[in-house]
């Protein structure tokens, strides 16, 4: 299962450093990504990683702001996100692709075969 923690309440300008940990199973190290969900609106890509390059994908709107990176050995991902505004606030969702890899599809949820259970983050103003 993928486990994601590390959010909290925090002022605006701030940081949070998530993180995404695989356990209970072999979990292919594939990709990881993060999306995110605010009230009343869909899931929505922020970023992805492909484990064997270091690839990173971010979408516009965290781009400069917010870093993803990996730890091989803990089979951890992590979200750092620096310079937060009231419009991140959202449940943030981490999933990982367990079949085979192919590009182009990274910023997509059903590209995605396994969810952790989400980790809310406030931004207050």
């Known amino acids: 299962q993928l486990q994601a923690s590390g959010g909290g309440l925090v002022q605006a300008g701030g940081s949070l450093r998530l993180s995404c940990a695989a356990s209970?199973?072999?979990?292919?190290?594939?990709?990881r990504a993060w999306f995110r969900q605010a009230p009343g609106k869909e899931r929505e890509f922020v970023s992805a990683?492909?484990?064997?390059?270091?690839?990173?994908f971010y979408s516009d709107s965290v781009k400069g702001r917010f870093t993803i990176s990996r730890d091989n050995a803990e089979n951890t991902a992590y979200l750092q996100m620096n310079s937060l505004q009231p419009e991140d606030t959202a449940v943030y969702y981490c999933a990982t692709r367990l079949r085979s890899y192919y590009s182009g599809r990274d910023q997509y949820p059903d590209f995605y075969d396994a969810w952790g259970q989400g980790t809310q983050v406030t931004v207050s103003s």
């Open positions: 209970g199973r072999s979990f292919s190290r594939i990709n």
């Open positions: 990683i492909r484990w064997s390059t270091g690839t990173t």
